[in-house]
């Protein structure tokens, strides 16, 4: 039997090349987290395996809770603490870099990551906009696939592709075919 | 400039072979959490990077906050729910086989992944037993480096190097060793 040489490293490459990964970024209090769980929902129920990742914007930190094993472990000076349950596992680290922490997402049987927030981050992304202000964000970030907004007013002259968030269920198909065919 | 195409293939593998990883087993109140802190601590202290991973085996599940974004996201469908705080990112995803999860620590800068549970698993293993019923555990159980116990009348004719729990201050660099040179 001849064994291709690449096959393991393709299969890696592949692997990482086949998540799909878009982000949602924009300021506080313009949608993102309604926006993440239309979505979430919309695939979940195309049969798409969803991952989703977010970025703690606010300053404050993730709740480790005391008293249990995994905060014991890593108070002790485990750097990843890990506990399966009955049906869920979950793991607790110190931050690493976005492209460090997705390729863990590449372990696991998703097909498509989405990220809220990051905005730094290069991967392509729909941006929410509230304001005129906010429109600054389009010359500033990269990758832009579509821009969403809650105020119709700013739908005109963007020059991406823009979704009004109050009538998301009327258009939703089109903003996730912006992230599938992309 | 000559590629060797074998070296991300060997380089992925070398990263999963060069992971050390141990299993403290043993039935209910036989040890395993202290002992778990205890190898966590000396190891941290040695500078040795260390990786925990518990199963929770006691029928319960993994407590998810409810009204966290987290825990909303995985409610709305997503199949793995990240979030990055200030300095902690917490991962949260249905039940893998343990050699899937394990592949998740090989991408963090980890050397030495202690395992608490899953007696059924292949890896290296210190069995820790109660009292004489335990020790069925040592015909049962695959690869068993080191045998610790709370009773000392256990420790003869195991035929394992076998550690007294109640005096592991003292043995701990002993034990170690096992884990580190096995």
Redesign the interface.
Request: aromatic share 8%.
């Given at each position: 039997m001849w064994i291709d040489?690449?096959?393991?490293?393709r299969k890696?490459?592949e692997s990482i090349d086949m998540l799909n990964i878009v982000q949602v970024v924009g300021y506080k209090n313009s949608g993102k987290?309604t926006l993440?769980?239309q979505l979430?929902?919309y695939?979940?129920?195309t049969k798409v395996?969803?991952?989703?990742?977010?970025?703690?914007g606010h300053?404050?930190?993730?709740?480790?809770?005391k008293g249990?094993?995994?905060a014991?472990?890593f108070e002790?000076?485990?750097?990843?603490?890990?506990?399966?349950?009955?049906?869920?596992?979950?793991?607790?680290?110190?931050?690493?870099e976005i492209d460090?922490?997705i390729?863990?997402?590449t372990?696991?049987?998703?097909d498509l990551l989405?990220v809220e927030g990051y905005k730094r981050a290069d991967y392509p992304k729909i941006v929410l906009v509230k304001n005129r202000e906010d429109l600054s964000l389009l010359d500033e970030l990269s990758n832009i696939i579509a821009v969403g907004t809650l105020d119709s007013a700013l739908m005109i002259d963007i020059g991406y592709p823009t979704f009004d968030l109050n009538n998301l269920d009327q258009n939703i198909t089109k903003l996730a075919s912006y992230i599938t065919d992309k």
């Amino acid at each position: 039997m001849w064994i291709d040489p690449f096959l393991i490293s393709r299969k890696m490459r592949e692997s990482i090349d086949m998540l799909n990964i878009v982000q949602v970024v924009g300021y506080k209090n313009s949608g993102k987290t309604t926006l993440m769980k239309q979505l979430i929902q919309y695939f979940s129920e195309t049969k798409v395996k969803v991952g989703t990742l977010k970025h703690h914007g606010h300053g404050g930190d993730v709740n480790l809770p005391k008293g249990t094993d995994s905060a014991s472990q890593f108070e002790a000076g485990s750097l990843i603490s890990g506990v399966q349950g009955e049906s869920i596992t979950q793991l607790t680290f110190h931050n690493l870099e976005i492209d460090e922490l997705i390729k863990m997402y590449t372990m696991l049987p998703i097909d498509l990551l989405l990220v809220e927030g990051y905005k730094r981050a290069d991967y392509p992304k729909i941006v929410l906009v509230k304001n005129r202000e906010d429109l600054s964000l389009l010359d500033e970030l990269s990758n832009i696939i579509a821009v969403g907004t809650l105020d119709s007013a700013l739908m005109i002259d963007i020059g991406y592709p823009t979704f009004d968030l109050n009538n998301l269920d009327q258009n939703i198909t089109k903003l996730a075919s912006y992230i599938t065919d992309k």
